[in-house]
């Protein structure tokens, strides 16, 4: 079956470190792939995009790798800082399924100061 | 409008009474999409629409659940004979283009469904 799989255990980082999320998925040959922040209570919100012919995307402190070999994505926020707490979820587009975005489960990263 | 907009935030009823549940989606935007989310999961596909065609609505759980989009803007998800299990934040969301290169997409901020 078809499977999109993030790190289901929260993940707790010091302030200063660097986070790494990781997004999985199986039988999916996704057009691109898309990391969305969600804070309690709140709709998800676009961070960034990366295609499958593009291997990694920065923005700031942001960076997003794209293996389409490995069938795997690293999200990685560096200098992390308490208010990067949130839980980041990635998203796949499915090329031979229209315009459906399907999400995983989503990370929780909680940063202490 | 400025952002997505999705009424009523909280609604609660007693099983087997049917719901709707409206999405204004950001003017212009071609794309409307419906979500389910449960506490601690991610987002689950229901349907999307691209204009006023429903283009899938293979996340649809049961014949009890539709969606329109009769004129390409605001959509209602319709729930008939509610069920507790249906009980869930139900998100909609936009996007500029239609399966476009950008593709993101612009979250509502939900509406909370009971079932008693």
């Known amino acids: 079956s078809q499977k999109i799989e993030q790190n289901s255990e929260a993940l707790n980082i010091q302030e200063g470190k660097t986070a790494t999320l990781t997004c999985n998925y199986t039988n999916y040959s996704p057009a691109y792939l898309q990391w969305y922040r969600q804070d309690p209570g709140r709709g998800p919100v676009f961070l960034l995009l990366?295609?499958?012919?593009?291997k990694e995307k920065r923005k700031e402190r942001l960076k997003v790798t794209f293996d389409t070999t490995l069938k795997q994505s690293l999200f990685h926020i560096t200098a992390s800082q308490p208010a990067d707490s949130a839980t980041y979820l990635c998203?796949?587009?499915?090329?031979?399924?229209?315009?459906?975005?399907?999400f995983g489960q989503g990370t929780e990263l909680s940063v202490k100061p | 409008g400025a952002g997505v907009s999705q009424s009523p935030r909280y609604k609660v009823t007693k099983r087997g009474q049917d719901v709707a549940l409206r999405c204004d989606p950001i003017s212009g935007h071609v794309s409307l999409y419906w979500y389910r989310q449960a506490l601690g999961q991610g987002p689950e596909f229901l349907t999307y629409?691209?204009?006023?065609?429903?283009?899938?609505k293979s996340g649809l759980p049961n014949d009890r659940f539709s969606a329109e989009r009769p004129e390409g803007s605001i959509s209602t998800l319709t729930i008939q004979r509610t069920e507790q299990r249906d009980s869930a934040m139900y998100r909609c969301a936009s996007s500029l283009k239609a399966s476009g290169p950008t593709g993101e997409l612009f979250f509502g901020e939900g509406s909370r469904l009971t079932v008693l």
């Open positions: 998203a796949l587009l499915i090329y031979n399924q229209g315009g459906k975005l399907i």
């Open positions: 629409f691209n204009y006023e065609a429903q283009q899938d």
């Open positions: 990366i295609r499958e012919n593009e």
